[in-house]
DNA sequence: CGTTGTCAAGTAACA
DNA sequence: TGTTACTTGACAACG
């Protein structure tokens, strides 16, 4: 079984490297030029696309296949306020960069995961429509880099709204009113205080979306804390894809603050976890989610060299 | 130059 | 009913 380590939107290695610089609203409607400003943002999302290769150029120098891009590239990308731009055309040479590294690169794997704002099981069809456009953006951004966009955003159910099944039969209810070419971006993950790996499976399973498991979240919200009575179904959800599944590990920060991320990741629950699991599968995906970022997946790397049950691949993948 | 508060958006917990 | 955390960085304002 393979394993390849991946990483989250940002460095803590390369310096003034930052892939999502911003412009607040407050700052846009200060500027009188309503013109100026738009192509301030512009050039805030062309500068976050150049940093985003430079950390992809980066990946490739550490054998580092696997990496999410932040979803702050383009600043107010969906606000009311400027629905009239074409955020994509100005971005053309800087997409057509990254597509072109990509092409060169094709095993890198690169994916989304749109904030907490996108929610997609309200029975508010504002809430709805502004997630849609959100998922739209990505959709054209990966577009732009030439990347096949199939099950490259991965997405929590949503609210409970105090009624979980209800809120499970509204998730059923909105899916079919999004468009395919959204339905298709979407993964599901299982999160720490609502929807743990059960409730995701009964969508993913009725739905066809694939299901991204986290390790951290199972153990801070779960009907059986056994996450090898589920995995067999979790393969399955990704049986239709072109991709290996993958999965999100962090380790809690304290015994207090546990559903926080820690600086680093504890090796031996990845070892735990892959172990487990060994042989079910040719090859996972492994998300390190943590405050250090690519340092964290440095040290993990570092930690996991005197383990004797694994073999090095390179510098950020093994087997077992 | 270092520190503190704010930021477009949703939900839930808590006062 | 209103405030804050979530996860969290970026940046402006302030000292």
Redesign the pocket.
Known sequence: MLVRLGY???SMSLQNA???????????I?IPDREAAIRKLER?AKSNLKNCLRLLRHNVANDIEFFRLT??I???????DVKDWNYIRPLAEELSEVKEFLLAHPKMRVDFHP?????L??E?T??LK??LK?LGMHRKLLMGMGIPPEHRCVLHV?????DKEK?LEQFIHNWGLIPESIQRLIMLEND???FHVEDVLYLCEKLGIPLVFDIHHHLANHENKDWTLYWERILNTWKHSALPPKIHI?SPRSEK?F???AEFIEPSLLLDFFHSIKGSVEQVDCMI???R?DEALFKLVHDLEKEASIEWVNKAAFTL
């Open positions: 989250v939107a940002m930052s892939p999502s610089q911003t412009m607040t609203h407050s700052q846009f200060k805030i979803s702050k383009i600043p107010l990308a969906n606000h009311e904030d907490h704002f996108v929610v099981n309200g508010d504002d809430v502004s997630s959100t949503g609210g409970v709204y105090n809120a720490d205080t609502s962090s603050e559903k926080a991320h989610e943590a405050k970022k």
